[in-house]
């Protein structure tokens, strides 16, 4: 069964921490694994990452995808109090109809 | 330019009665997609539609269907509802189906609480 995996679930860091973010995937047919961020409801797109682009850089956030271990980590430095919320890792299949699959996120609680 | 807009936001519905909810995706758009998002479990993925076929199912019981019309709009409905379904219902939308940026674009979702 396709499935991805996050970890940790949760936690709680101060201002200023470096965080990252863990994800794993086992999936048939693997395309390009995806970062959202969700705040309150609506999800948000943070970055793509596929076997022609496996880094990412955007501001203080940086993603990296490892193919031969089947995972990918997302970075926070300095984080902010803006920087909580849930990250969701999903990973996107070629299968007939390109289907994207999302791990159960990371609850990330930033304090001052 | 208008974003993916779920109705009705909020909802509440008893054991045994059904729920449909709507979701408009961006202009253009033709692929929607609709998940399911409770704590602990994530995002998961209910099915996708696109030019009115539904080409991609989860694992659900056939409670959960849903229709795409002409216009991309789409609907899904759950019958005979029961507690555990009581859920964040979101929908998303791309231009085509799968995503060549990665981009989904997300509505606000419909949470529905089953008593």
């Known amino acids: 069964e396709d499935k991805v995996v996050q970890s940790p679930l949760s936690l709680v860091v101060h201002e200023g921490d470096t965080v990252t973010l863990n994800c794993s995937y086992e999936v048939t047919n693997f395309r390009s694994l995806l970062w959202y961020k969700q705040e309150k409801k609506a999800p948000t797109f943070l970055f793509m990452l596929t076997s022609s682009g496996i880094e990412k850089k955007s501001g203080r956030l940086s993603s990296i995808l490892d193919k031969k271990e089947l995972s990918s980590i997302l970075n926070i430095t300095a984080t902010q109090t803006g920087d909580s919320a849930i990250y969701l890792c999903?990973?996107?299949?070629?299968?007939?109809?390109?289907?994207?699959?999302f791990g159960p996120g990371t609850s990330l609680s930033v304090i001052p | 330019k208008a974003g993916v807009t779920q109705t009705p936001r909020y909802l509440i519905k008893t054991r045994g009665q059904q729920v449909t909810l709507s979701c408009s995706p961006i202009?253009?758009?033709?692929?929607v997609s609709w998940y399911q998002q409770t704590p602990g479990q994530g995002l998961q993925f209910l099915f996708e539609y696109f030019s009115e076929t539904q080409r991609n199912k989860g694992n659900f019981p056939g409670r959960f269907s849903g229709r795409q019309f002409s216009n991309s709009r789409s609907e899904m409905n759950v019958s005979t509802l029961e507690l555990g379904d009581s859920a964040l219902y979101l929908c998303?939308?791309?231009?085509?189906?799968?995503?060549?940026?990665?981009?989904?674009?997300f509505g606000e979702g419909s949470r529905l609480t089953v008593l």
């Open positions: 202009s253009g758009h033709r692929s």
């Open positions: 998303a939308s791309s231009l085509v189906a799968g995503t060549n940026t990665g981009e989904l674009f």
């Open positions: 999903a990973v996107e299949m070629a299968t007939s109809y390109d289907k994207v699959i």
